[in-house]
């Protein structure tokens, strides 16, 4: 596990390296802006551009050591990416407003004895892998909080990835910038109303599977799959800081805030 370069300031004209989805718009819109702006390595850049939807914001985050991304939406929601737009990018790169993450580091145990390390800038979510619901004990920082979930699923997620899976499962926005992670069930069947909780940033969050060879249970971050686990634990890495940015007057916060009220 790395820390990122320290954060500078963006200069007034910053150098911007270009990366793209395999997707026919995405690589159309690569093309355009490279011809029109050239293309930095990313060694020597002051921003990342990433044009596609989130899944490539996701990708490039993890990747990007350290440097800011400013997404262009060149997919289908594009949460967390900025509209498409070629004229004066440089100067909305260098005005943009600076969202920073903290992503969840998630440890788990494979049946074969393995241990496995991930980091998600959205969630950690712990699924069944089977025709039967999973079984799941969850504890907090040490303390078994409920001895028995019967669900197809729980997810740990941060407020930037509030909006998304967490959010599909009913689970509440958070504001960007508070200390707190959301737990959610997903379709919980006992206990029938729990919904999942809010904790502090700090808390450190486990998953113990109940009857793993009966009702197998997998864990996702971000994409990056494991199965079957025996259990997963997942907490805050603070070392660890990914910084996303957004058009002048539409932050991450103010898109926190409309998604509450559509």
Not at 20 to 35: E, G, T, Y
Not at 51 to 60: F, K, N, P, R, S
Not at 149 to 154: E, F, K, Q
Not at 191 to 204: D, E, Q, S
Request: hydrophobic share 45%; aromatic share 4%; glycine share 8%.
């Amino acid at each position: 596990m790395t820390s990122v370069m320290p954060e500078m300031p963006m200069p007034a004209r910053p150098r911007i390296h270009f990366v793209a989805s395999p997707s026919a718009p995405a690589q159309a819109a690569l093309h355009a802006l490279v011809a029109r702006y050239g293309q930095t390595p990313r060694q020597n850049a002051d921003a990342i551009v990433a044009l596609g939807g989130d899944g490539l914001m996701l990708q490039t985050l993890h990747d990007g050591g350290g440097l800011p991304v400013y997404g262009m939406n060149c997919g289908t929601i594009g949460f967390l990416m900025n509209d498409y737009a070629e004229d004066g990018l440089p100067e909305r790169v260098a005005a943009a407003e600076e969202a920073v993450i903290n992503p969840l580091a998630m440890r788990a145990e494979t049946a074969d004895g393995t241990m496995h390390e991930a980091l998600a800038i959205n969630d950690v979510s712990v699924l069944r892998a089977g025709p039967q619901a999973a079984k799941l004990r969850i504890s907090v920082n040490g303390q078994v909080r409920l001895a028995e979930l019967v669900c197809d699923g729980a997810i740990v997620c941060t407020p930037a990835g509030s909006t998304a899976y967490n959010y599909s499962a009913h689970g509440p926005i958070l504001p960007i910038g508070s200390d707190v992670l959301a737990l959610t069930a997903v379709a919980a069947f006992r206990p029938r109303r729990w919904r999942g909780a809010i904790l502090a940033k700090n808390a450190v969050v486990r998953f113990d599977v109940i009857e793993p060879d009966k009702r197998p249970v997998m864990a996702d971050a971000d994409g990056r799959s494991v199965r079957p686990v025996l259990w997963v634990e997942i907490r805050s890495e603070p070392r660890i800081v990914h910084r996303i940015l957004f058009e002048n007057g539409h932050g991450l916060g103010e898109r926190l805030m409309r998604e509450q009220f559509v």
